[in-house]
């Protein structure tokens, strides 16, 4: 599968090889981290200066490279395909090699970082319990009623929630039960079956 | 009745439709195995402006719930003076 480049894109990517190799590496570089922890405009301001071009075209250069290592590492293109979907750029085959290489270094850790975009349901965090034993209510006095109260601790999209929930043991059991059931499904023949031809 | 400006009062404020309480003892927890703990549940119900009706649920430890207790008295008492 081929890469389409969009003309501003190519537009982008067009500075890459008005500057040194080493400097696509640098740029590379910065992709990446900016990929992992978000993008610092400061930074295409330090290098626009060294390179003596406008910090615009430093951003687009490496945003375009950027987007060419995102769409790479999301569509998990082969190398023949990157190779050729980038020769259409006319670049030299010292850049192509060093833009090849960079995408197959990077490939791994940018799909990781791509897959916690997708939607996210709550998933558990952690739990806390307590077991009381009720003695009275407004509705009835001398009472000896075991209970368990549970605080879930969930995860969203990098937020979190709690939520506190109360049972008595005898549920609480057949939770743990209907549980412990659902794992023993992962070892039924057809679960294996299913996991292996995903593989 | 009126507020300044003629306009008509909001009812900001919602209002309780259920109190229900229950006390305990937390006997044991992940964090602490053993535990002698009195504990105070309240809940409570209550209606906002367009009618839709929230639980609010909360715990007490005993010192907690006396002051909770001694809120309530003064207003019982307060209220007495009218």
Redesign the interface.
Known sequence: MLLDLSEEHKEHLAFLPQVDSTVVAEFGRIAVEFLRRGSNPKIYEGAARKLSVSSDTVQHGVEGLTYLLTESSKLMISELDFQDSVFVLGFSEELNKLLLQLYLDNRKEIRTILSELAPDLPSYHSLEWRLDVQLASRSLRQQIKPSVTIKLHLNQNGDHSTKVLQTDPATLLHLVQQLEQALEEMKTNHCRRVVRNIK | RPGPGGARPLLVAGQLID?????????????CKS?KLP?VTVALKVADGSGNITCK?FEMTVPQFQNFYSQFKEMASVLETF
């Open positions: 109190f229900q309480w229950k006390l305990g003892v937390a006997i044991s927890a992940d964090s535990l504990c649920t």
